[in-house]
């Protein structure tokens, strides 16, 4: 391990690998103008066919409290002594570069990660609640298509809702679904390829608290 905390040989590794990550964020509240925070955050990487090739996920101390409990779960007992957000920066970008990022109703997700620094790694960008109609059997037009609703519709199980892992394997499997249908992403696939080699932020970095 280095001061960084990762092995040199596998972050390289995973960064130079084209293919996809799919992440789920689970939050203080909606609006990181407004102070929300991300309190729990889950990679899946996969290659170009969808093959899942590495999994990553952590609790995060959004440094105030933890927001709608009712939702994801997640109490400020349960991140108290968490790294903070730029704490696992190195494991987040280097799974995102070079890689086209995934995630349902990914425009909020986005919100969250774009003002964390670093954000330059974010190019191509795909939404699974976006590509779900015409996608997705028996979805109600002009519906929500919930990452729950398109699951059951597409027969994929789901569990554990707004658990940051269990969200983002939900949307992999979904992901796959669709691949599975003969769709091809490869023109975002070669430009998020073109983005620089991903290096350590130097910021000083902790292990992953899990739930």
């Known amino acids: 391990m280095t001061s960084s905390g990762l092995d040199p040989a596998r972050s390289v ?76 920066l190195d494991e987040v970008w280097q799974r995102i570069a070079g890689r086209v990022l995934v995630a349902h109703n990914i425009s909020f997700d986005l919100r969250f ?28 037009p002009d519906g929500k298509w919930t990452l729950g609703a398109c699951c059951e519709r597409a027969g994929i199980p789901f569990s554990n809702a707004h658990a940051a892992l269990a969200d983002a394997r939900a949307t992999a499997e979904l992901f796959r679904f669709y691949l599975s249908r003969g769709l091809s992403w490869q023109d975002e696939l070669d430009r998020a390829a073109q983005a620089p080699d991903w290096r350590p932020c130097g910021l000083p970095q902790r292990q992953p608290r899990r739930r």
């Open 13 to 88: 590794h995973l960064s130079a690998r084209q293919g996809y990550v799919v992440v789920d964020v689970e939050t203080t509240g909606f609006s990181p103008a407004k102070g929300d925070r991300i309190c729990e955050i889950a990679l899946v990487s996969l290659d170009t066919d969808g093959t899942t090739i590495d999994e990553w996920h952590s609790l995060v101390d959004p440094r105030r409290g933890t927001g709608a409990v009712h939702v994801h779960g997640i109490t400020e007992a349960m991140v108290e002594g968490a790294p903070v957000i730029e704490e696992v």
């Open 113 to 140: 990660l774009n003002v964390l620094p670093g954000s330059h790694w974010l190019t191509e960008t795909l939404c699974t609640q976006r590509l779900a109609p015409g996608l997705v059997p028996g979805l109600v």
